[in-house]
């Protein structure tokens, strides 16, 4: 059981960097390209847009809408695109270059959740 679950999450790993792969390929349509986008900034963020210290809810997106989002992303990726991706992906991940980190997204759940703490402030004050 242990031995599925590590290749569960090296693939899920792989079908990341895919992603990042298939989004800058210029075959791939715009939906398709937003939605990579979208969630390899958050799969590359540092920081979680719900923290992991929060019962339950931390490990949800991690667990359960990552690898969603990521195999509907993938369904939406021409076949070709994902091919010439998933190649790319591979020898990126032989040649065991370090992952990317995607700082700016980190910034962004920082501002998100300073937002909702003031707006939270706000209203108990009212």
Do not use: E
Not at 11 to 34: C, E, N, S
Not at 68 to 93: G, Y
């Amino acid at each position: 059981m242990l031995q599925r679950l590590l290749s569960w999450a090296r693939a899920l790993k792989r079908d990341v960097v895919t992603l990042w792969f298939a989004y800058r390929h210029p075959q791939m349509p715009l939906t398709g390209k937003i939605l990579a986008v979208l969630i390899v900034a958050y799969a590359f963020s540092p920081i979680d847009l719900i923290p992991d210290f929060i019962p339950i809810l931390g490990y949800v997106d991690d667990v359960i809408l990552l690898p969603v989002c990521i195999w509907f992303v993938l369904k939406l990726t021409p076949q070709p695109v994902l091919t010439d991706a998933r190649q790319q992906a591979q020898a990126w991940m032989d040649a065991r270059k370090p992952k990317p980190h995607n700082y700016i997204a980190a910034a962004l759940f920082i501002v998100l959740w300073c937002v909702a703490g003031w707006l939270l402030w706000r209203w108990m004050v009212s």
